[in-house]
């Protein structure tokens, strides 16, 4: 069966980078689609960005200027990093397998 | 990006009556499209993908239909448990994109 778990800060200061990393266990990280989506409170989920089985990296256009994604295989893992975040990054961070296996999701908010 | 709209925002239905939620994108995003369910506090669950296939797991009462454009989730006789906020999303173009969700209630 397999899990996603997100790890990292859940406050994070404005201008600084958030930097997020889901654990996955029960299949290899090698091979599949992975993926981060964002929640911000009452709104609907925004995808920030997608990794194919060859690694390639495809981001939304609307934060690709400050998105980093990457696959740690040694770690079983993947990662996201936003840089030069703002208050409307504040949300709840989602690592993704595909469409339909989630992570429980972890809350960053970005605050002084 | 295709823009994806939903209505109703809400809708009030009774235990064992049936749900319809619409579903339209801006430009045709063939049959790839799915529905989520989302509950408070929980990650959405996928129902629905390729506009009308169930995922695993999902009780026949769910359904989806259309193509292109126009897409429609049904929940055939409503369950207490199916109140909740249900999500389109359309992966035929990258970046995917979400409807606002409509809410299920009571």
């Known amino acids: 069966q397999v899990q996603l778990q997100e790890s990292g800060p859940g406050l994070v200061k404005p201008s600084e980078t958030l930097s997020l990393s889901c654990t996955v266990s029960?299949?290899?990280?090698?091979?599949?689609?992975w993926g981060w989506i964002r929640q911000a409170a009452g709104k609907g989920p925004e995808w920030i960005g997608r990794l194919d089985p060859s690694e390639n990296t495809y981001y939304n256009p609307s934060l690709k200027s400050r998105v980093t994604m990457s696959v740690d295989t040694s770690k079983n893992q993947f990662s996201l990093k936003v840089t030069s975040v703002t208050a409307a990054d504040t949300a709840i961070y989602y690592c993704?397998?595909?469409?339909?296996?989630w992570g429980p999701g972890t809350q960053v908010t970005v605050s002084s | 990006e295709i823009v994806m709209t939903q209505s109703p925002a809400t809708l009030s239905v009774s235990p064992g009556e049936r749900a319809t939620v619409s579903c339209r994108a801006s430009?045709?995003?063939?049959?790839?499209l799915a529905w989520f369910q989302q509950k408070p506090g929980q990650a959405p669950r996928l129902l629905i993908f390729d506009a009308s296939a169930r995922a695993t797991g999902i009780p026949v009462r769910f359904s989806g239909s259309g193509s292109g454009t126009e897409f429609t989730l049904t929940i055939s006789s409503l369950q207490s448990e199916d109140f909740a906020v249900y999500y389109c999303q359309q992966y035929n173009n990258w970046p995917f994109t979400f409807g606002q969700g409509t809410k299920l209630e009571i």
């Open positions: 029960g299949v290899s990280v090698s091979g599949y689609y």
């Open positions: 430009q045709s995003v063939s049959s790839n």
């Open positions: 993704v397998r595909d469409l339909n296996v």
